[in-house]
């Protein structure tokens, strides 16, 4: 769309191209959420999903942190849960439990009772509403993101019901119902590459695919199911835009062995989390790297925030880096913690410079 504001903070997309910034950038995940007491007030209001499924809420929710913090980047106010829902499965926000399913899937049957091919533009049109808006409201401060939850991460929650600790209901599915996985994945990952191909057309500057619960699959498990599939969203989704494609980037949430597999794919930004070593991010030096301090790092006093963020820079020197947590935002942070850390990358990254 050529009417969207002109952007004066480029300087995530300007690293994707390989150019020249005057400072590492940064934004948080889940950086519009419940550790800010703004929206724990419009959380009173307004249920969660609803916030997700009306454009000028998701919008409004979007803006919160923007409008406390020098962030360089926005990531549209959603949930990775809004593709189960399009495939007809009724998911609810339960507070101190989570996102929850009311049926979750048992047995292969059961695919039966879904819709493994929903009419993405249709029934998320309200997310590329809400992406539209937003683009617009930022007025080109910051660039925006969108985003999809990787197709295992979304199986695992499908059969599991909500969060686990060993996802072992889904695993079972991968070695007691392959081809019932197979099938199910493949879906989401056709349903995944609709969705971020429909946000990139209504604004959205970056896609970030979330493989949330890489860690809990074994070496073996992640070539057989889940890598081709990755890297089949980031090469259809290119082929489809084609030159009007935005980066896309890709997180795997304790993927220590996985994340050297795209380094040879259509990706553009590699996340990584906060246990990965230096070594282990100049392997993947031929692409953008984001990430990593441990969100808990920002229950520690100022002065070792400083620091440690110090500590995060230097592991990144020589890399194009986005500067990150490696996770989401914990919802008992500080948010003057978070300032802290979000001003020492720029002030240090800015210093050395100069």
């Given amino acids: 769309m050529s009417d969207f504001p002109v952007m004066t903070n480029d300087r995530i997309l300007r690293i994707c191209r390989g150019e020249e910034v005057d400072r590492t950038p940064i934004w948080i995940m889940r950086q519009a959420g419940r550790y800010l007491s703004e929206f724990r007030e419009y959380r009173k209001k307004h249920e ?22 020098d962030l360089d980047a926005s990531i549209i106010f959603s949930d990775i849960m809004v593709i189960p829902q399009a495939m007809e499965m009724e998911c609810v926000m339960i507070s101190g439990k989570g996102p929850t399913f009311t049926s979750p899937l048992d047995t292969p049957e059961d695919l039966d009772k879904i819709n493994l091919s929903p009419d993405v533009n249709k029934v998320l049109q309200y997310v590329f509403d809400a992406i539209t808006l937003t683009r617009k409201t930022i007025g080109g401060k910051q660039p925006l993101f969108g985003f999809v939850g990787a197709p295992w991460t979304l199986m695992a929650y499908m059969v599991e019901g ?57 070496p073996e498990l992640f070539h057989k199911f889940t890598l081709k599939l990755l890297k089949r969203i980031a090469t259809e989704v290119k082929a489809k835009l084609g030159k009007d494609s935005p980066p896309v980037s890709i997180f795997c949430k304790g993927g220590h062995f996985m994340n050297n597999e795209f380094v040879k794919s259509e990706y553009d930004i590699i996340q990584v989390d906060w246990t990965i070593s230096r070594e282990q991010i100049l392997e993947l030096k031929s692409k953008v790297v984001q990430g990593n301090l441990d969100p808990c790092q920002l229950y520690a006093p100022k002065e070792e925030i400083e620091k440690a963020t110090r500590e995060m820079l230097k592991k990144f020197e020589g890399v194009r880096h986005i500067a990150n947590l490696g996770h989401g935002i914990y919802p008992d942070t500080d948010p003057d913690h978070l300032r802290t850390y979000i001003d020492t990358v720029h002030k240090e990254t800015q210093k050395a410079q100069a």
């Fill in 48 to 69: 969660f999903f609803e916030i997700c499924r009306n454009p000028e809420y998701a919008c409004e929710v979007t803006m919160q942190p923007l409008r406390r913090f």
């Fill in 162 to 218: 909500g969060g686990s600790k060993t996802y072992s209901k889904a695993k079972k599915w991968l070695y007691q119902y392959p081809e019932a996985s197979e099938k199910l994945l493949d879906a989401l990952t056709t349903v995944c590459i609709d969705f971020l191909v429909g946000q990139a057309r209504a604004g959205a500057q970056v896609l970030q695919v979330f493989e949330s619960h890489a860690d809990a699959l074994s």
